[in-house]
C-alpha cells in the first residue's frame, strides 16, 4: 500500500472518530443546559398565565366591600328596622346604591351585574344594574323588572355561602361556564347585616372571565414564519379545583385527547388526582393519556379574587420533546462530518498550494486571545511552527492581567467575539491606552456587526476571518507585524 493511501485512510479514521467525539459533547451540553432551560420555560409559560387570570380580576373584592360599606345601604337597613322593609326604602337611598353600582361596571369591565339582594324582602333584588349585552352600556333595571323572586338555586346557595364569611371577608363562587351562554361567570359577594348582626342581605357583583380564559384557550400554538415549520401543538386550558373544565380540550380530540362529552381532567388522564393541583405549581410531569399517548403534563395555580382557585393546564406531546434530542443528534454528526472532512480536504490543499519553505516566518512575540480551547490550541502550535513565541489567554481579563505584569508581546491576535463583558474591539482600545503604539489583528466567524462600517472594513483594521488556513495566517500575521504601529 503506498504512503499516500495509508495517510489518507488515516485522516479518514482520526475524522470518523472526531466527529462521534464532536457529537456526544454536544449532546452532553445540551443536556446539561438546554434540558433545565426547556423545564424553566415549561414551568414559566402557565405561571404567567396564571399571573395575567389574576390580574383580570384584580381589585373586585374591594370593590364589593366598598359597596358593602356604602352609607345608603346602612340607611335601608336602618328603614327596614323601623318597619320600612327594604322595598319601602327611600329612593334617593336606592338611587344612591345604583349609582355606586353603574360606576363598579364602568370601572370593570368585565363586570355583567351588580346587585343588592334582600333576604328579608324574600331574596329579592333590591337593587340591579346590569350591563346591556350588545351595547354594552349600563342599566339601572327598574322595580318592575324585579318583580320576580331574585334569586334561584344558585343564588340562594350563594347567599348561604356568604353569611358564612367572616367580618371583612367575600364569598367568590365557582365559575359558572353555561355552554349554552356565552358568559364564564364569576359571582364575588359580601354579606350585609343589621346592627344586631341578623342577616339582611347579601351585595353581589357578577363578572364575565369568559375572554380572558379564551385567550388562555387560543395560546397553545405559536404562529411561526412560512418558511418554519410548525411547532408540536401545545394544549391549554382550565379546570376548577375538582378537575372540571372550565376550558375544555380540543374539540377535535387532536393529540389523543378525549373527544366528546369529557367533563374532567381526570378522565382524560386516568392517572391524575385532585391532590396533584394542590400545589401552587408543578410540572412536567410525565403522563400516558387515556388513549395511552405520553404528555409532558404541568399544572399553575390561579386565585380568582384572590380567594377562588383555578387552575392552568399545560400538556405537550412527550414524542415531539424526545424527537428533538434525536434530531439534535443527527444534525450534530452531519454537521460535523461536513465541518471535519472540509477542514481536512483545506489542510491538504494548504499543503499542495504552499509548500513550508514558502511560508512566511518570524520570530516576534504574539499575544493570542482565543475564548475556544480548540481554536486557541491550534493557533499557538502554528505560530510556533512559523517560528514565533504565542503567549495565550482565554479572555479579555487574562489578557489584561498579563499587559498588567509586564508581559512583552509585538502584536495582539484577538478573537472578536468573546464572553466576560469585553469583545475583542474594547480588549484593543485598552490595551492602547495602556501600551500606545500595539499592533492588533483580530479575528471573527461574524464579521457583519462585529467589525465592518457600512459593509466595508474600517481602515485601521486588519482582520483574518474564520475558518482560515496556515499560509493565510503566516500572510497576514507578517503583514501585521510590518505594518506601521497606529498612533
Not at 358593602?68 to 346602612?74: F, K, T, Y
Not at 361556564?177 to 347585616?193: E, T
Not at 406531546?317 to 480536504?345: Q, W
Request: net charge neutral.
Amino acid at each position: 500500500m503506498r504512503l499516500s493511501t495509508r495517510l489518507t485512510a488515516a485522516m479518514l479514521a482520526h475524522a470518523f472518530i472526531t466527529v462521534g467525539m464532536l457529537a456526544v459533547l454536544n449532546y452532553r451540553v445540551f443536556e446539561a443546559t438546554d434540558v433545565p432551560n426547556a423545564r424553566e420555560r415549561f414551568q414559566r409559560y402557565p405561571r404567567g398565565l396564571a399571573a395575567e387570570l389574576e390580574a383580570a380580576t384584580a381589585g373586585l373584592k374591594e370593590g364589593v366591600l366598598e359597596l358593602q360599606a356604602a352609607p345608603a345601604i346602612r340607611e335601608i337597613v336602618r328603614g327596614s328596622r323601623e318597619g320600612a322593609g327594604p322595598a319601602g326604602a327611600p329612593d334617593q337611598h336606592l338611587a344612591v346604591v345604583a349609582a355606586q353600582c353603574a360606576r363598579l361596571l364602568a370601572a370593570f369591565p368585565i363586570l355583567l351585574q351588580c346587585r343588592l339582594v334582600g333576604v328579608a324582602a324574600g331574596d329579592r333584588n333590591i337593587v340591579r344594574v346590569d350591563r346591556a349585552a350588545r351595547e354594552g352600556g349600563i342599566q339601572v333595571m327598574r322595580d318592575t323588572d324585579m318583580a320576580q323572586p331574585g334569586a334561584d338555586g344558585a343564588d340562594q346557595e350563594l347567599i348561604r355561602r356568604t353569611f358564612d364569611v367572616g367580618i371583612g371577608e367575600i364569598f367568590a363562587s365557582g365559575v359558572e361556564v353555561d355552554r349554552q351562554r356565552a358568559p364564564a361567570r364569576l359571582s364575588v359577594a359580601a354579606p350585609v347585616r343589621s346592627p344586631d348582626g341578623a342577616p339582611f342581605g347579601v351585595v353581589v357583583i357578577t363578572a364575565d372571565i369568559g375572554p380572558a380564559l379564551a385567550e388562555i384557550a387560543a395560546s397553545g400554538t405559536v404562529p411561526r414564519p412560512i418558511l418554519l415549520a410548525q411547532l408540536p401543538r401545545r394544549m391549554m386550558f382550565v379546570i376548577d379545583e375538582h378537575g372540571r373544565y372550565l376550558v375544555s380540550p380540543d374539540s377535535a380530540g387532536e393529540l389523543g385527547l378525549a373527544v366528546g362529552p369529557s367533563a374532567r381532567l381526570q378522565d382524560d388522564f386516568p392517572g391524575l388526582t385532585e391532590a396533584n393541583w394542590q400545589i401552587d405549581e408543578i410540572g412536567p410531569i410525565l403522563m400516558k393519556d387515556r388513549s395511552g399517548q405520553r404528555f409532558a403534563v404541568g399544572f399553575a395555580n390561579a386565585r380568582l379574587v384572590g380567594e377562588r382557585r383555578v387552575v392552568i393546564v399545560q400538556t405537550f406531546p412527550f414524542s415531539a420533546a424526545a424527537s428533538s434530542t434525536r434530531t439534535m443528534a443527527i444534525t450534530t454528526l452531519i454537521a460535523g462530518a461536513f465541518a471535519v472532512l472540509g477542514a481536512i480536504a483545506e489542510h491538504a490543499s494548504a499543503h499542495d498550494t504552499a509548500p513550508a519553505s514558502a511560508l512566511q516566518h518570524g520570530h516576534e512575540t504574539i499575544l493570542v486571545v482565543e475564548d475556544d480551547p480548540l481554536v486557541r490550541n491550534f493557533v499557538t502550535s502554528q505560530l510556533e511552527s512559523l517560528g514565533y513565541t504565542p503567549v495565550a489567554a482565554a479572555n479579555a481579563t487574562e489578557a489584561l492581567a498579563l499587559v498588567e505584569r509586564g508581559q512583552a508581546f509585538d502584536l495582539l491576535f484577538t478573537d472578536i467575539v468573546m464572553p466576560g463583558g469585553m469583545n475583542g474591539r474594547e480588549l484593543a482600545r485598552e490595551i492602547a491606552r495602556r501600551r500606545p503604539g500595539t499592533r492588533v489583528l483580530y479575528t471573527s466567524g461574524y464579521t457583519e456587526n462585529a467589525i465592518t462600517h457600512h459593509g466595508r472594513l474600517d481602515p485601521d483594521v486588519a482582520l483574518l476571518t474564520k475558518p482560515y488556513r496556515k499560509v493565510d495566517l503566516a500572510q497576514i500575521i507578517r503583514k501585521a507585524l510590518d505594518a506601521t504601529p497606529a498612533a
